[in-house]
């Protein structure tokens, strides 16, 4: 998974399995939760990869420099209609509604929102498929990934999340995907026609309450990642 702040509406697949950790912005302004670098350490059948990324912002706060140790930098530019993100020769535009949130993509995926200015719908016509996010006491309690949608033969993951109460502070500088959740995850339950897959989540944390290290794990597979932020 990608692992960067959480909850947000990125592409078509749930937010929450795809990008685990792309946050928009914070209830909670008073404490900076901008990260800085974060240091993933996954093991897989006994093997683990460490992988690093950095980031960078403009003086609003938004991302505009992704840094991965291994392959291309993912760089962001911003209009009032627009946000460019480019790696390599690679390039995704995001449209932007009045309320300067992404109501499309160039790969044809549409967003809506609630009132809260929380991600509830992403569809993809020619890719037919869809996104429905239940939110509850601002956070995303559930959500519902359908492929081949409305066709006779449609299929869906179902996502499930508990959360604690401590506050999630973390953000990557992507309020125009909306709101993030307001509190940290502390388990999430996947289930498909084949079964039901549980990640359970445990932190550690600075002096000002946010997520120093996280540590998922999932059955014999461990996912643990190291937050550093733009100010101490």
Known sequence: MNRQTFYTCIAALPIIASAFFLGG?????????????????KTVAGHTTVTTTTFSYDAQGRLVLESPDSGAPVTYSYSPTMVTKTQGPNVLTYTLN????????????????NSGGYCTNITNTQAATATVNTISGGNIISAAFTQNAGS????????????????DYRNFGRAYFGK???????????????????????????????????????????DIITYTYTSN
């Open 25 to 41: 912005c914070k209830k909670a302004a008073s404490v900076n939760g901008l990260v800085a670098a974060y240091t993933e350490a």
């Open 98 to 113: 009045a309320q300067g949130l992404v109501s499309s993509d160039s790969q044809g995926n549409s967003y809506t929102y």
């Open 152 to 167: 006779a033969n449609p299929s869906t993951t179902y996502y499930t999340y508990q959360y604690q109460a401590k506050t």
């Open 180 to 222: 993030s959740n307001s509190n940290l995850p502390a388990s999430e339950s996947i289930s498909t026609a084949n079964g039901t897959n549980i990640h359970t989540y445990s932190y550690t944390f600075d002096g000002k309450g946010r997520v120093a290290v996280q540590n998922e794990v999932n059955g014999a597979e461990s």
